[in-house]
């Protein structure tokens, strides 16, 4: 059964360049979350997508967008990349339950490094 | 305000040496308490999801438990491999299905 998958491994890019991140989720599931790690902290939220839609937002800039598609596997934007972006970039899968009180497992992926230098 | 804490923020136990992780929230109303494992520069690895006061799952040298305002993860005679960060995350109302995170607390077990 395969897991969460995220592709590049590592990515370096240059200020003000643009990037996209590639996930594809637990067999199964069908919602996808992004999160960012810097460096010793813990995870932040980005965005959840559920039936291809943007569910929920953290407090991130619109230079993050994202996509969801039919097979349930996403996509991280971030345009005008800063110095800051720098980070691991996480997404996680679960099995959606809107309306439900309990939030679904969510399972992470091993990440994507971004360096912006 | 932070709404997970964890402590202590680092921890060094020798082999066999068994100690308990602490991660206090401050919500209004508890989804879900989740533990992760992870390892350097890879993604979290799940661990417990605790829903109730007074629940507890174990699994192997670990046990999690769950009061109205804390959460302890206990490692019993722990090994080598058990050295790893350990988060903590909730899920509130106010943040959906979203998992707020504590900074982590990085263990090493020496032999």
């Known amino acids: 059964d395969a897991g969460v998958t995220q592709s590049p491994t590592h990515l370096i890019k240059t200020r003000g360049q643009q990037v996209t991140l590639r996930c594809s989720p637990k067999s199964g599931h069908d919602t996808v979350s992004w999160y960012q790690q810097a460096l010793g902290q813990g995870p932040q939220f980005i965005f959840q997508y559920y039936e291809e839609e943007e569910r929920q937002r953290g407090n991130f800039p619109d230079r993050f967008s994202g996509h969801q598609f039919p097979n349930y596997s996403s996509e991280l934007n971030v345009n005008a990349l800063l110095l800051g972006d720098s980070a691991l970039y996480l997404c996680?899968?679960?099995?959606?339950?809107?309306?439900?009180?309990?939030?679904?497992?969510?399972?992470f992926g091993p990440g994507t490094r971004l360096t912006v230098l | 305000e932070d709404q997970v804490t964890q402590s202590p923020e680092a921890l060094r136990l020798q082999e066999g040496e068994s100690s308990s992780l602490n991660c206090s929230y401050t919500v209004s109303g508890l989804r879900g308490l989740f533990w992760y494992r992870q390892d350097p520069g890879k993604g979290p690895e799940f661990l417990f999801t605790l829903y109730s006061a007074g629940e507890e799952k174990e699994k192997e040298r670990l046990k999690a438990t769950l009061t109205k305002k804390e959460s302890f993860l206990h490692i019993t005679a722990p090994k080598p491999e058990d050295s790893a960060t350990y988060l903590c995350?909730?899920?509130?109302?106010?943040?959906?299905?979203?998992?707020?995170f504590g900074k982590g607390t990085s263990l090493l077990v020496t032999p």
């Open positions: 995350a909730v899920q509130d109302p106010d943040s959906g299905y979203a998992l707020n």
């Open positions: 996680a899968s679960s099995l959606g339950q809107p309306g439900l009180i309990l939030g679904g497992t969510q399972y």
